[in-house]
C-alpha cells in the first residue's frame, strides 16, 4: 500500500467513524427526546385560591403544598417530620423555646431571599389578629419571635405545644415572601422546585420547574406539570385512557377501578388516607342536642352496607374521628354497633316515638350523596325521615355549613391528619362542647411523652365515640390511576398532597 492508499484508507475510517459517531449522537438525541419530561395529573376539586396560609381547602395544598410552597419542616411520605427550609432545631427542656437554624441561600421566585426576618414575617401573618389561616389555632401557643440572625429564629412559647414542630410541616404552615404574599392567592411564590406559571379557572394550573431551586440535592424529573380540574368521574376515566390526563391521584369513581386493570398502559394503586367521612351533626338544634338521638342514629348505621354502597366496599369503617394509620387508635366500631331494635327504643326514650324529619346539606362530591341515599333508607327503618339537599362545594357549603351552622346535619371527609381535635374548637360547625374532652385534648398539647400522648388519644376517642357528635362512617383510601411509566407519586397520603418533586418518567 503506498502513502496515498494509507491516506486514503484512513479518510475512509475517519468519515467511517464520523458517521457513526453522528448516528450515535442522533440515536442518544432520540433517545433523550423520548424521555417525557411534561405531566399532567388530575384533580377532582379546584381550588378557590392558591394560598394554603389564608383558606382551609386541602385543594389549595394539593396544587401548591412541596411544589411552589415549602415550609421550615415537612411531612414526608411515611408521615415523619423531616428538615426543608430549617436544616436543624433544638428544643429547651422546659419545651419553651425552639431555635431553628436556617439553609442559607434560599429565595423564592421572584428573587427575594429567604431569612429568619421572613420567616418571622410569614409567622407573624399566619397567627395575627387580620389572619384568615384555617389553622390560625397551629401558632396560639408562640408568644414571641426573635431574629438573633439571619440564619436562626427563635420560637419562644407561653406553654409547652408537643404538636407544633408536626403542625409546622402542613401547607398552613409553610413560608410566604414579605413581597409577594399579598398576591399569593392568585399568583403564588415561593421557594419551591416549581414556579406558578398561570391559572386558567376552571379548567388548569400551570407550573414550570425552578431552575434556581436552592436544594440542588434534588434531581427534578419534571420540566412543566399541568393540573386539570375534572369533577365528573366518567370525564376523568375518558381522561386517562385517552392518555389526555396523566394521572388521577385520587380517582373519584371507585366503582370504576376494575374498569382500569385491563388496560395495561395504566396501573392502579390502592393507598391510606386520613379521609374520615364523617356525617356531623349541629348539636345545638333539636333533635341533635339530645345525646340519645345522636347515639340512636349511630345504631340505624350499618357501616359496612353504606361502604359497599357508597364506595364500592373500599374503605374501612370507624367508630371515633381516627384513622387506624393514626398512632394511638383504638377500634370503637363496637361502641354503637347496628341495632335498628335498640335505635328505635332509644328515640322512644329521647322522646321521638314517631321518629322525627330533618335535612342533610351534601356536598356534591361522589361520596356524601351516595352515602346520604344509603342512610336515608336506614333512618326510615327507625322511623326517622331524611331529605337530601345537594349543597355546591366547596363554595356554599363553606359559607351555609362550615362558617354559617345554618345545618341539621352534613357529611364531608376531613382531610387533615391526626385533627381529632377539631371537636374542641370554639367555635367549629359541629357546635360541639364537652369540657371533659377539651381537657383531654389541651393535655395532649401539653406533653411531648409519645405514649402518654397516644393514651390521651385513647381516652379522646372513647369520649367521642360515645357522644357521638357525628355519624363516625368510614375511612376512604386513596384510590389512584396513572400511567404505567410515571414513577415517583406517593401511594398514601400521610398528608392532602401531591408531592412532586420525585415524580419522573421512566424510559
Known amino acids: 500500500m503506498n502513502r496515498v492508499q494509507s491516506i486514503a484508507g484512513g479518510m475512509i475510517r475517519l468519515a467511517t467513524f464520523g458517521v457513526a459517531l453522528s448516528a450515535g449522537l442522533l440515536l442518544a438525541g432520540v433517545t433523550v427526546a423520548a424521555t417525557k419530561t411534561s405531566l399532567v395529573l388530575g384533580m377532582s376539586v379546584e381550588p378557590q385560591g392558591l394560598d394554603p396560609t389564608v383558606s382551609a381547602p386541602v385543594a389549595i395544598g394539593q396544587v401548591t403544598w412541596q411544589n411552589i410552597f415549602e415550609g421550615l419542616v415537612a411531612i414526608d411520605k411515611d408521615g415523619k417530620i423531616v428538615p426543608q427550609l430549617a436544616k436543624s432545631w433544638e428544643i429547651s427542656g422546659d419545651g419553651l423555646i425552639y431555635t431553628f ?10 428573587g427575594e431571599d429567604f431569612d429568619s426576618a421572613v420567616a418571622k414575617f410569614a409567622l407573624d401573618r399566619a397567627r395575627g389578629p387580620e389572619s384568615t389561616n384555617g389553622q390560625k389555632r397551629f401558632f396560639a401557643a408562640i408568644d414571641t419571635i426573635d431574629t438573633p440572625d439571619k440564619q436562626t ?5 407561653k406553654e409547652r405545644n408537643g404538636s407544633l414542630l408536626y403542625w409546622l410541616g402542613w401547607p398552613a404552615s409553610v413560608m410566604v415572601g414579605t413581597q409577594s404574599a399579598a398576591n399569593d392567592k392568585t399568583t403564588p411564590i415561593g421557594t419551591g ?4 406559571v398561570s391559572w386558567t379557572k376552571g379548567d388548569r394550573v400551570e407550573l414550570v420547574a425552578n431552575p434556581g431551586y436552592w436544594n440542588t440535592q434534588t434531581k427534578l424529573g419534571l420540566d ?5 380540574f375534572i369533577a365528573d368521574a366518567q370525564a376523568q376515566a375518558a381522561a386517562l385512557k385517552s392518555g389526555d390526563v396523566d394521572a388521577f391521584p385520587e380517582f373519584a369513581a371507585p366503582e370504576m377501578m376494575e374498569g382500569f386493570k385491563e388496560d395495561t398502559e395504566l396501573v392502579t394503586v390502592i393507598g391510606n388516607t386520613e379521609l374520615k367521612v364523617v356525617a356531623g351533626m349541629n ?3 333539636k333533635p341533635f342536642d339530645d345525646k340519645r338521638v345522636r347515639q340512636a342514629l349511630m345504631m340505624a348505621i350499618d357501616r359496612s352496607t353504606v361502604i359497599d354502597g357508597a364506595w364500592s366496599g373500599f374503605g374501612t369503617a370507624i367508630g371515633s374521628h381516627y384513622t387506624p394509620n393514626d398512632r394511638g387508635y383504638i377500634d370503637l366500631t363496637g361502641t354503637y354497633p347496628y341495632d335498628p331494635e335498640k335505635a328505635k327504643a332509644l328515640l322512644a326514650e329521647a322522646g321521638y316515638p314517631n321518629g322525627f324529619t330533618f335535612t342533610i346539606k351534601t356536598p356534591q362530591m361522589p361520596y356524601a350523596p351516595r352515602s346520604a341515599e344509603i342512610m336515608q333508607a336506614m333512618f326510615a327503618e327507625i322511623g326517622v325521615t331524611m331529605t337530601i339537599e345537594p349543597t355546591e362545594f366547596p363554595a356554599k357549603w363553606v359559607q351555609d355549613v362550615f362558617k354559617g351552622t345554618d345545618y341539621d346535619m352534613t357529611i364531608v371527609a376531613h382531610a387533615e391528619p391526626m385533627d381529632i381535635d377539631i ?4 367555635p367549629y360547625y359541629f357546635n360541639y362542647k364537652n369540657p371533659a374532652f377539651t ?3 389541651k393535655k395532649i398539647e401539653l406533653t411531648a411523652d409519645t405514649v402518654e400522648q397516644e393514651k390521651l388519644y385513647g381516652e379522646a376517642q372513647k369520649i367521642l365515640a360515645d357522644d357521638v357528635p357525628a355519624l363516625f362512617l368510614f375511612v376512604m383510601p386513596k384510590l389512584g390511576v396513572w400511567n404505567a411509566k410515571l414513577k415517583g407519586l406517593w401511594e398514601n397520603e400521610p398528608i392532602p398532597s401531591n408531592v412532586l418533586t420525585d415524580v419522573h418518567w421512566e424510559d
Open 101 to 110: 437554624k436556617l439553609q442559607q441561600g434560599v429565595k423564592f421566585h421572584d
Open 193 to 196: 422546585p416549581f414556579k406558578f
Open 283 to 285: 348539636n345545638t338544634r
Open 423 to 426: 371537636y374542641a374548637r370554639d
Open 224 to 228: 412543566k406539570v399541568t393540573f386539570r
Open 439 to 441: 381537657d383531654v385534648i
Open 153 to 157: 429564629l427563635v420560637l419562644k412559647l
